[in-house]
């Protein structure tokens, strides 16, 4: 069975700061990885979909990494801003038959920049 | 205007009570999701439709039965609501062929009293 974790479950550092966010799967099979954010009481905006044969996307101050063979993912974010303030969650699509369509979340990263 | 809409953002309801939630999407994708959202234990999917006349139980559908209308809209039951239900209900919509990346509605609150 897949399973995704995420550490740290929080962080807090200094606006400017570059950051890594990481994430972790069991198993190496995937379809695609994808990063959310997710706002306080909202519902999860996706950031970056990688696709399995891809090793990263870029989007913006956003850089996401993937590499399959040893089941880690990683969000690098740059020159952090206040705004970025939120919870960071990766999932995987397993796969295979297992994988249908669904999407296997990690707990997420509760990121807060401080000004 | 939001490509994924749902209704209502808040329900308070009482054990027993039947409920719907309701999803709709204008973003022409054909597959719909059902997730939850608990504390400390992320999201799970409920049921998932890849189109009108097929539907999917997910890895938590007991208790729950879901309606697909149309393309554009698939709806969530609760038939007899119980406190653990209790949660944060998303749906999710995909279909750009090749990627499926999932794009979420909002969410509703729904608290079981």
């Known amino acids: 069975k897949q399973e995704v974790t995420q550490i740290p479950a929080a962080l807090s550092v200094p606006e400017g700061e570059n950051l890594v966010l990481n994430c972790s799967f069991t198993?190496?099979?995937?379809?695609?990885l994808q990063w959310f954010r997710q706002d306080p009481g909202k519902g999860l905006t996706s950031l970056l979909l990688i696709q399995s044969s891809q090793r990263e996307q870029t989007s913006g101050r956003l850089n996401a990494s993937l590499d399959k063979s040893s089941g880690r993912s990683t969000l690098y974010i740059a020159a952090s801003q206040p705004g970025d303030s939120a919870t960071y969650l990766c999932a995987v699509r397993p796969g295979g038959n297992q994988g249908a369509q669904k999407l296997v979340f990690g707990q997420g990263t509760r990121l807060t920049i401080n000004p | 205007d939001a490509d994924v809409t749902q209704t209502p953002r808040n329900r308070i309801t009482k054990t027993g009570k039947r409920i719907m939630l309701e999803c709709s999407q204008t973003?022409?994708?054909?597959?719909m999701y059902w997730y939850r959202q608990d504390p400390g234990l992320g999201l799970q999917l409920i049921y998932y439709s890849f189109d009108v006349k097929d539907i999917n139980k997910g890895e938590i559908s007991d208790g729950y039965s879901v309606s697909r209308q149309a393309q554009a809209k698939f709806s969530l039951s609760l038939e007899s609501a119980i406190p653990n239900q209790t949660a944060l209900y998303f749906c999710?919509?995909?279909?750009?062929?090749?990627?499926?990346?999932?794009?979420f509605g909002p969410g509703t609150r729904l608290t079981v009293l």
């Open positions: 999710a919509t995909s279909g750009e062929p090749g990627r499926n990346e999932q794009f």
């Open positions: 198993d190496s099979a995937i379809y695609n």
């Open positions: 973003k022409g994708h054909d597959r």
